[in-house]
């Protein structure tokens, strides 16, 4: 994530011209701004609230018992899933 602040010295020091309107920058860094931190609700949700919502999931009639050690894969597998997409975001 590239901000607005260190745009133009990057461009100066790898001598680039944008070309770009003002607006389109200034848009590109608020969505996503606004994609990193909708990312990082997700993950904290994922962190602090994943159990209140797995369990209930995995203790559905069909779907077997509850585990702690499912619930603790899961959450990690979305967690790494989240941490994975906002590095590659940025």
């Known amino acids: 994530m590239v901000s607005i602040g260190v ?27 606004l994609l990193f931190v909708l990312l990082l609700t997700v993950a904290l949700g994922i962190v602090f609230y994943g159990d209140k919502i ?16 499912i619930t603790g894969v899961i959450q990690g597998i979305a967690l790494l899933a989240v941490m994975v997409t906002s590095t590659a975001v940025i």
Request: glycine fraction near 10%.
């Open 7 to 33: 745009h133009r010295p990057l461009n100066e020091v790898y001598q680039l011209n944008d070309g770009r309107a003002w607006w389109h920058t200034k848009l590109q860094s608020l969505v996503m701004t």
């Open 54 to 69: 797995l369990v209930p999931i995995i203790n559905f009639p069909g779907l077997g018992g509850s585990s702690s050690s």
